[in-house]
């Protein structure tokens, strides 16, 4: 951790709103994406990041230095949406908005932009559809690119146990999205 | 290799995590067996899918909205009574005018022989009791004490590990010692010992950098009771510190005290000399920059210098950290509040001291009554002689009454 981060964690333990807003800046848009990933949907994302920064700044006082500081918010935003997701499907209000990635990925040339967004589209349903545990391996390891180390410190389990699940959620992953990629393979050829 | 095994080294070998042997084999059996390219070539397609998607810009308004929120929160300032906080305002205030007047040290000595005899006044704040009795108390509060104690040891670790690296400029000291202390005191008046230290703190120069106060409850005698227990942590001028100390030591009594000092002079110089090293290296880089010709070896030079300026704005931001910590020393404080009258009441209160005192008691009462007996008897001799006077003349007359009547009788 270097020692700007350190110096703005001690100053928002004393409660220095501005030295907090400097503190998480870099990881905002990160956090926010992995909420929007798991929550599919723009709108509970931008709610439960703040969610999760503000309970970052309530419990900033008992963050122990020894661990990274961004596994740490990452944790916790990870967490929050978890939970948040599991009181959704308890209440069963889910509405999963599919249009939320079009504007998020990359265009390509205009002439496949279409195809892979379709394919896009439909890789993220299909991660949407898998397990709660799959899913944000597969979130934080291919969408957002995190080591497996990062990856086990931020779910606070053992790095087998993330690299069993990537391999895991990736098979299925791949035998659901089989058919429909073939497809768009040959249509493409 | 068969093909479930490549099955499973698959993801693996994407995210390049198989060592030399398995990586080879796999690709050997990839470029053999159509089904496993296939099943491959899906899984990449999908990853790379997955990995090429762009990030999503954060909402408009997202840092506004949270900036609002997080200023509405009430921060959990742990039972941050309101008296403390215009406690330290007031105390500002008085730094704020009085500050650089002379009368320092008399000033605090007043004020704490004032505490004391205010303490011996003050009663008990009625709070709803929970407590069963003053052991358990006396109890909680120990365990307390040693609770924030072991707490601030391992800040103070943490704090010892944090501090890498800094830089010192200042040239007359030679040494450079962040100075740590904690003191555990019994103080008669809790607030008031608060409200000194919170002055003596901003007087000196410095802040209160936390403050903790709990209540605690307990019933003695039926009455329902409070003490308070309070953490502390101050930040005063090194310089100071060792006075401060003596002087808040000399509030109450002192149960336990520290005194702890860090040398850091070794890793400040090497810390020093890094970052001199770097900034010669970065008049250097941009004397390269004015002959550089093609985008190429500019652009190169950038990132070099880029680098090298990081690392000494890190150097340089740790410099004021460090310098803080040796400016100004850290003070963590525990007070404990005693109630006088209390004291009293559980202090002899065992079987011995009891018969003691009954028999004190006996002796004194048999004293004392040989003592009025005396003064009695003395006190009544004038009397005696009177009484003792009439009453023989009145023997007498009547004998020779008696006398007569017999004679006149015969």
Same mark, same amino acid.
């Given at each position: ?5 350190? @110096? ?14 400097? @503190?998480?800046?870099?990881? &905002? ?47 916790? !935003?990870?967490? !929050?949406? @978890? ?37 896009? &589209? &439909? ?13 944000? !391996? ?5 969408? &957002? ?16 146990? !993330? ?13 659901? @999205? ?12 | ?29 990839? $470029?053999?067996?159509? *089904? ?11 990853? $790379?899918?997955?990995? /090429? ?87 909680? $509060?120990?365990?307390?004490? *040693? ?80 003490? *308070? ?17 003596? /002087? ?95 004291? *009293? ?27 009025? $007996? ?37």
């Amino acid at each position: 951790m270097n020692e700007i981060e350190s @110096l703005l964690i001690k100053k928002s333990k004393v409660g220095d709103i501005e030295s907090f807003e400097r @503190l998480i800046e870099s990881y &905002q848009k990160r956090a926010y994406n992995i909420a929007l990933r798991i929550m599919c949907n723009e709108e509970d994302a931008k709610d439960m990041a703040q969610e999760a920064f503000i309970r970052i700044y309530k419990s900033i006082k008992d963050f122990k230095e020894q661990s990274s500081f961004s596994t740490w918010l990452y944790r916790i !935003v990870t967490n !929050v949406c @978890l939970d948040e997701m599991r009181r959704k499907k308890k209440i069963k209000t889910e509405t999963i908005d599919t249009n939320y990635d079009e504007a998020s990925c990359d265009k390509g040339t205009p002439e496949n932009v279409y195809e892979i967004n379709e394919k896009r &589209q &439909q890789i993220m349903k299909a991660i949407n559809e898998l397990n709660e545990d799959y899913k944000t !391996v597969i979130i934080l390891r291919d969408i &957002q690119g995190f080591s497996y180390e990062e990856i086990s410190n931020i779910l606070d389990c053992s790095i087998g146990t !993330v690299k069993s699940r990537i391999n895991r959620g990736r098979n299925i992953l791949k035998d659901k @999205l089989s058919i429909m990629l073939e497809l768009t393979n040959k249509k493409s050829v | 290799m068969k093909c479930d095994t490549a099955m499973n080294l698959m993801s693996a070998y994407i995210d390049k995590d198989l060592n030399e042997i398995d990586r080879l084999e796999f690709e050997k059996h990839i $470029s053999e067996c159509s *089904k496993c390219k296939e099943e491959y070539d899906i899984l990449v397609d999908i990853v $790379s899918h997955c990995n /090429t998607c762009l990030e999503s810009e954060l909402p408009d308004g997202f840092s506004e909205e949270l900036h609002l929120k997080l200023q509405n929160i009430k921060r959990p300032v742990r039972r941050f009574n309101i008296k403390w906080v215009a406690g330290i305002v007031a105390a500002f205030l008085v730094v704020a005018i009085g500050f650089g007047s002379g009368a320092f040290n008399n000033s605090i000595m007043d004020q704490s022989v004032k505490t004391e005899e205010i303490a011996n006044e003050s009663q008990v704040a009625s709070m709803p009791a929970s407590a069963p009795d003053i052991a358990y108390a006396n109890g909680a $509060s120990k365990d307390q004490m *040693k609770v924030t104690f072991s707490e601030n040891r391992a800040g103070q670790e943490g704090f010892g590990g944090a501090m890498g690296m800094t830089m010192e400029k200042s040239k007359l000291s030679n040494r450079k010692v962040i100075k740590n202390g904690y003191l555990s005191l019994e103080v008669s008046d809790f607030d008031l010992a608060l409200n000194e230290i919170t002055r003596i703190t901003s007087e000196s120069g410095g802040f209160v950098e936390n403050s903790q106060v709990d209540n605690i409850n307990y019933t003695m005698d039926g009455q329902n009771k409070s003490r *308070k227990n309070g953490n502390i942590t101050i930040r005063i001028p090194a310089n100071g510190f060792e006075g401060i100390f003596e /002087t808040i030591k000399s509030m109450g009594d002192v149960k336990n005290e520290n005194k702890s000092g860090e040398d850091i002079t070794r890793e400040y110089r090497d810390i020093e000399t890094r970052a001199e090293n770097l900034k010669v290296q970065e008049s250097s880089l941009r004397e390269l920059m004015t002959k550089a010709k093609t985008v190429d070896e500019i652009l190169r030079i950038e990132t070099e210098l880029n680098r090298v300026r990081t690392d000494i704005d890190i150097m340089t931001g740790g410099l004021r950290r460090w310098d803080d910590l040796v400016d100004l020393s850290t003070l963590n404080i525990n007070l404990i509040e005693v109630k006088k009258e209390d004291l *009293k009441k559980i202090s002899v209160d065992n079987v011995w001291g009891k018969a003691y005192r009954g028999f004190i008691n006996a002796i004194n009462n048999v004293i004392g009554f040989i003592e009025a $007996s005396f003064v009695f008897f003395v006190t009544a001799i004038p009397y005696i002689i009177i009484i003792g006077l009439i009453g023989f003349i009145a023997f007498k007359v009547i004998k020779k009454n008696k006398k007569g009547g017999k004679i006149n009788a015969s």
